[in-house]
């Protein structure tokens, strides 16, 4: 007797928690970070009195770090000074603005007064204005990861506008680099973006 075996069903896609809390003053959202403290779990971002808490999900961390492994490979093999910050807290109290990246990073040594480049995750629709949060935080560089295109936010005269290419790592193919995001194996991601990496003759 022959017997078949179905197939596993795919793993429903995950969604992010989201909450916007309305007319929360500024020393309300730093009583919150304070409360917070250095538990992850929740990132909050903060426009003109409107708070957002989102809590994100497995998919979109795995995105996240995927793409961030994939960017530090590319770093470390051109030689590039490239130094990590994760989700660190960015904020102005003057803008009223204030968020945390899914992911930042540094293009000189030491410790930096704010990042030179930050990067999202758009994974589930609605929520805050992130890139008018970043305009008043003066971030030069901004990529939104956006059903699996990567979009360059370059900052001039204090507006965004949409490029092609990053200014900070202008050589860096980001066409190719989305192309090798693939959550459910990062390792193997990283191990074949590298090979894309090498001279030929290697």
Same mark, same amino acid.
């Given at each position: 007797?022959?017997?078949?075996?179905?197939?596993?069903?795919?793993?429903?896609?995950?969604?992010?928690?989201?909450?916007?809390?309305?007319?929360?003053?500024?020393?309300?959202?730093?009583?919150?970070?304070?409360? /917070? @403290?250095?538990?992850? %779990?929740?990132?909050?971002?903060?426009?003109? +009195? =409107?708070? &957002?808490?989102?809590?994100?999900?497995? #998919?979109?961390?795995?995105?996240?770090?995927?793409?961030?492994?994939?960017?530090?490979?590319?770093?470390?093999?051109?030689?590039?000074?490239?130094?990590?910050?994760?989700?660190?807290?960015?904020?102005?109290?003057?803008?009223?603005?204030?968020?945390?990246?899914?992911?930042?990073?540094?293009?000189?040594?030491?410790?930096?007064?704010?990042?030179?480049?930050?990067?999202?995750?758009?994974?589930?629709?609605?929520?805050?204005?992130?890139?008018?949060?970043? /305009? @008043?935080?003066?971030? %030069?560089?901004?990529?939104?990861?956006?059903? +699996? =295109?990567? &979009?360059?936010?370059?900052?001039?005269? #204090?507006?965004?506008?949409?490029?092609?290419?990053?200014?900070?790592?202008?050589?860096?193919?980001?066409?190719?680099?989305?192309?090798?995001?693939?959550?459910?194996?990062?390792?193997?991601?990283?191990?074949?973006?590298?090979?894309?990496?090498?001279?030929?003759?290697?």
């Amino acid at each position: 007797m022959l017997t078949t075996m179905a197939a596993a069903p795919a793993a429903a896609r995950t969604e992010d928690q989201r909450v916007l809390l309305h007319d929360v003053s500024w020393a309300d959202f730093e009583l919150i970070l304070q409360i /917070r @403290g250095d538990h992850g %779990g929740v990132r909050l971002a903060y426009l003109n +009195g =409107v708070l &957002e808490l989102m809590s994100p999900s497995v #998919d979109h961390e795995g995105v996240k770090k995927t793409l961030a492994r994939l960017l530090e490979a590319y770093a470390e093999q051109r030689g590039l000074c490239f130094n990590g910050f994760g989700s660190w807290t960015l904020k102005r109290a003057t803008r009223a603005r204030a968020l945390e990246p899914d992911e930042c990073y540094s293009l000189t040594a030491g410790r930096p007064s704010q990042p030179d480049l930050a990067i999202e995750v758009v994974w589930t629709s609605g929520g805050i204005d992130k890139l008018e949060i970043y /305009r @008043g935080l003066s971030i %030069g560089d901004v990529w939104f990861w956006r059903e +699996g =295109v990567i &979009e360059v936010h370059v900052l001039v005269d #204090d507006r965004y506008e949409r490029r092609e290419r990053s200014v900070l790592l202008p050589d860096l193919d980001l066409v190719e680099l989305a192309r090798h995001i693939d959550p459910q194996n990062q390792t193997e991601s990283v191990r074949r973006y590298r090979q894309t990496l090498r001279p030929a003759s290697a």
